[in-house]
């Protein structure tokens, strides 16, 4: 799933014609490839602004994910037509949810305004001595919540599973998690009729965030071990 906004927050009121360059490039370079599954017109870029200013700028994501979807259409070599969308951080959930999945004229609408899908970047299940999905309690909001928008695309969990010194302690690393989510997911009614399946962040721990808080070899609890189980350091000739 190729991210077409290469850096978060670089998209300005107006938008730059290099980022549409970049977003058509990115498509012209992985469409014709069978195992693309979609194409994100950005990750949480609404979120941020140009100088770290609190600017709104969730229109400007907006137009970049319509050009992309128009030129997508128009663009007849292309093997196949690959669904754009975009991820957005569990903030403000109601009115991002629906913003993406509304025109903004209801005498003219354009079919491209809208995502084709949407992902959303949520950890709302943090409770390591949960073991059923009636203890997770955000997770059903998160379902309720999607239940009430009437969605018409596919829904993405495109970031789940926190981090809690509540999970388990396993082969001497803290807060192993569980990801139980992901089995509610499969089996939970609620959460199978609204999301379309998700993504567990992440595999491996990124040095330079963890670092500060649980150095190397990360055996201590930290809030930025994003990994989905701590394995014994590959040597290079393991992975040769």
Not at 211 to 220: A, H, L, Q, V
Request: glycine share 6%; charged share 20%.
């Amino acid at each position: 799933m190729p991210d077409m906004c290469r850096h978060w927050g670089t998209l300005s009121k107006v938008l730059p014609t290099p980022t549409e360059n970049q977003g058509q490039a990115v498509m012209n370079a992985f469409a014709k490839y069978s195992n693309t599954l979609a194409f994100s017109a950005g990750n949480e870029v609404n979120h941020f602004a140009p100088l770290n200013k609190e600017q709104w700028n969730a229109p400007c994501q907006k137009k970049f994910l319509r050009d992309m979807r128009e030129y997508m259409e128009s663009t007849c070599e292309y093997p196949r037509k690959i669904p754009i969308g975009l991820i957005s951080a569990d903030n403000d959930r109601d009115n991002l949810a629906m913003y993406y999945n509304c025109h903004s004229s209801r005498r003219k609408m354009d079919p491209f305004e809208t995502a084709d899908w949407y992902g959303l970047n949520t950890y709302v299940f943090c409770d390591g001595n949960a073991t059923s999905f009636e203890e997770a309690e955000g997770l059903q909001l998160l379902a309720s919540s999607f239940e009430s928008y009437n969605y018409s695309v596919p829904t993405l969990l495109t970031e789940f599973g926190c981090l809690s010194d509540s999970f388990s302690t396993i082969d001497g690393y803290q807060g192993q998690r569980n990801f139980n989510q992901a089995k509610w997911m499969l089996d939970q009614t609620p959460m199978r009729e609204q999301f379309s399946g998700g993504f567990a962040f992440e595999y491996s721990i990124e040095k330079a965030n963890a670092g500060s808080e649980s150095p190397y070899p990360f055996r201590k609890f930290g809030h930025q071990n994003y990994r989905k189980y701590q394995l014994p350091p590959i040597s290079a000739t393991m992975a040769i």
